[in-house]
């Protein structure tokens, strides 16, 4: 069972004016100014319909929709519909009576806009009816279209750059490992130009560490200057009392551990 066709509106124009002729003398075109532009013959409402790969352009009353004339399209453009060599606002087009018979006649827009509208709903159209011919000759015959061709000709070669993916160990970019300590932390690098300054007792003085006497360092930064040690400060009063508080408290002496042994004393 064929598809049914179904006719669809493309262009509806309320205003349109018709006009009479004359025959065409020569094959120039039609001219617009050798019409009656100011006594058209009939005036009403032109609809454009389609149904399958044809169009027809119906002439019909304002009010009661009655058809006045209709004209078969069935390519565009073409001996159908013919524009006029002096403006863009007047066609001639070929009505037909469903009996045979044909009449050509002049229609005309008051405005412009609708002059333009009515000229690109047939383009659309027969724009669209052509695609569809090329698809259905594709679907018939696959093998006939253009095919792509990638495969290499005789004698063709291929040149293909592949660059290293390994980088060189030291080259520029390559951020510098982080030390790490024992216990899994990471540890910040020391800043550079950082300088380490080693502390040492005052000139004169020496430390003494389990009853040996150390003699102070030197630092190399400082010029032969040794670094002094902070001095302790006497015990005060009230943290000899505390001290002997604890003391008393804990009994004999005898059995505590003297303090101080085992400390470094300045």
């Known amino acids: 069972m064929e598809e049914a066709e179904y006719e669809s509106v ?25 019409w009656q532009l100011d006594q058209p013959s009939w005036s009403g409402r032109l609809r454009i319909t389609a149904k399958g790969q044809m169009a027809y352009i119906k002439l019909e009353d304002r009010t009661s929709g009655e058809l006045f004339a209709q004209a078969p399209v069935d390519q565009f453009p ?3 519909v013919e524009s006029v060599t002096d403006s863009s606002r007047y066609f001639v087009i070929r009505i037909e009576d469903g009996n045979g018979r044909r009449a050509f006649i002049g ?35 696959p093998d006939q279209g253009p095919k792509l061709d990638l495969s290499f000709k005789e004698g063709q070669t291929i040149k293909l750059n592949i660059a290293s993916m390994k980088k060189k160990e030291g080259a520029a ?26 502390l040492a007792p005052l000139s004169g003085e020496h430390l003494s560490v389990g009853g040996s006497v150390v003699q102070p360092a030197v630092s190399p930064s400082s010029g032969g200057a040794t670094v002094s040690w902070p001095q302790p400060k ?30 470094v004393q300045f």
């Open 10 to 34: 493309l262009c509806v124009k309320p205003d349109v004016h018709v006009y009479r002729i004359p025959p065409r003398a020569t094959n120039r075109g039609y001219r617009a100014a050798e």
């Open 78 to 80: 073409g001996t159908a």
């Open 107 to 141: 229609i005309g827009f008051g405005d412009r806009g609708d002059a333009f509208d009515f000229n690109v709903a047939l383009q659309d159209h027969f724009k669209w009816v052509k695609q569809q011919c090329e698809f259905a000759k594709q679907a018939q015959n």
């Open 173 to 198: 970019g390559t951020p510098r490992a982080r030390p790490t300590s024992t216990g899994g932390l990471s540890l910040l690098p020391p800043p550079p130009g950082a300088k380490t300054t080693a």
């Open 234 to 263: 006497p015990a005060t009063t009230a943290t000899a009392d505390i001290w002997g508080d604890f003391a008393k408290s804990t009994g004999s002496t005898s059995s505590q551990t003297q303090p101080g042994a085992g400390w």
